[in-house]
């Protein structure tokens, strides 16, 4: 059984799966994409992200 469902498994989708379970509650991330893209996204993170 969970608690909160997260569609989208980007940088934000999944910390908020990680707090979520820090706070104690069973997350589920839903990915639309079967693996990991290939174009990087992330070479350093900036401001909006962070
Ligand atoms: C080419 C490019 C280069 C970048 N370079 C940098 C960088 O160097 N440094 C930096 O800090 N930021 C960079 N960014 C910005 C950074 O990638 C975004 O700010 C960040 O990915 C946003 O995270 P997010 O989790 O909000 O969304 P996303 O990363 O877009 O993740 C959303 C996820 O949800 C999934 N999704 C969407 N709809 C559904 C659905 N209906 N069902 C299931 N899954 C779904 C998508 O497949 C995706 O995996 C770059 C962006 C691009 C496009």
Redesign the pocket.
């Known amino acids: 059984m969970k608690d909160v469902v997260i569609?989208?498994?980007?940088?934000?989708?999944l910390l908020m799966a990680c707090e979520l379970s820090l706070a104690g509650a069973r997350a589920v991330v839903?990915?639309?994409?079967p693996e990991p893209a290939t174009?990087?996204?992330?070479?350093?993170?900036?401001g909006?992200?962070v």
């Open positions: 569609i989208g498994g980007g940088p934000n989708g839903l990915e639309q994409l174009r990087p996204k992330a070479n350093g993170l900036v909006r992200v």
